[in-house]
């Protein structure tokens, strides 16, 4: 079993930034990718970013691309997810992700292994 514990969200206004983190414990030898999806009020959860574990190749959803960075620190098996000019529409409850497999592409809810319990994002206008 792997676990996963978010932490960073919180209250931020327009244009601002945040870093969330994700500390990853237990069979942590098993993960090969690792990420995030958001999941709004009222809609489904949505995948935000990806990192390989080894390789450190990522893969962004095009609602992101060119404001948030992953990025991850293999000594302490943590991914960070770097938001900057945040928008009110990325408001959401943010949950870090692991996968026993090699992730390229999109990524579905369907294939994550391991959740976290999320963490908070409001962004104010």
């Known amino acids: 079993q792997v676990q996963l514990v978010e932490s960073g969200g919180g209250l931020v206004q327009a244009g601002g930034s945040l870093r969330l983190s994700c500390a990853a414990s237990?069979?942590?030898?098993?993960?090969?990718?690792m990420g995030w999806f958001r999941q709004a009020p009222g809609k489904e959860r949505e995948f935000v970013a990806h990192?390989?574990?080894?390789?450190?190749?990522?893969y962004y959803a095009d609602s992101v691309k060119g404001r948030f960075t992953i990025s991850r620190d293999n000594a302490w098996s943590t991914v960070y997810l770097q938001m900057n000019s945040l928008k009110p529409e990325d408001t959401a409850v943010y949950y870090c992700a692991a996968d026993r497999l090699l992730m390229r592409g999109n990524w579905s809810t369907d294939e994550v292994d391991y959740w976290g319990q999320g963490t908070q994002v409001t962004v104010s206008s």
């Open positions: 237990g069979r942590t030898f098993s993960i090969y990718t």
């Open positions: 990192i390989t574990w080894s390789g450190g190749t990522t």
